[in-house]
């Protein structure tokens, strides 16, 4: 299984992001996707995941109305729309799956068995 994430880089506060992390090697359409981020000197944290039907989302409480998830499973990719982006925001963002599909959403980074390899996002203010 592979976890490939794009779309990080350098922008100015205010501005917008779009991340993507494709997968291969388990069938996408059946999984939850999760996006966590991890900013130097502090814990791994929950970000956006969308369950596997796409049927629904959850978002951490500082991303609410920022930023969107979203799931294509023709293309085997997920998406992290991200708007109005802060200094807060800088991190290095990581895309996840559980190992059991056909199941929710979760928050906690220990329930993920997949990982990618994470893309920095750095706000400049």
């Known amino acids: 299984v592979q976890l490939v994430e794009s779309g990080g880089g350098l922008v100015q506060a205010g501005g917008s992001l779009r991340l993507s992390c494709t997968t291969s090697?388990?069938?996408?359409?059946?999984?939850?996707m999760h996006w966590f981020r991890q900013a130097p000197g502090k814990e791994r944290e929950f970000v956006a995941g969308?369950?596997?039907?796409?049927?629904?989302?959850r978002y951490g409480d500082s991303v609410k109305g920022r930023f969107t998830i979203s799931k294509d499973n023709v293309k085997n990719t997920v998406y992290l729309q991200m708007n109005s982006l802060g200094s807060e925001d800088t991190a290095v963002y990581y895309c996840?799956?559980?190992?059991?599909?056909?199941?929710?959403?979760?928050?906690?980074?220990?329930?993920?068995?997949?990982w990618g390899q994470g893309t920095q996002v750095t706000v400049s203010s």
């Open positions: 090697g388990l069938t996408f359409s059946r999984y939850a």
């Open positions: 996840a799956a559980k190992a059991t599909p056909l199941s929710g959403v979760e928050t906690t980074p220990d329930r993920m068995k997949y």
């Open positions: 969308i369950n596997w039907s796409a049927g629904s989302t």
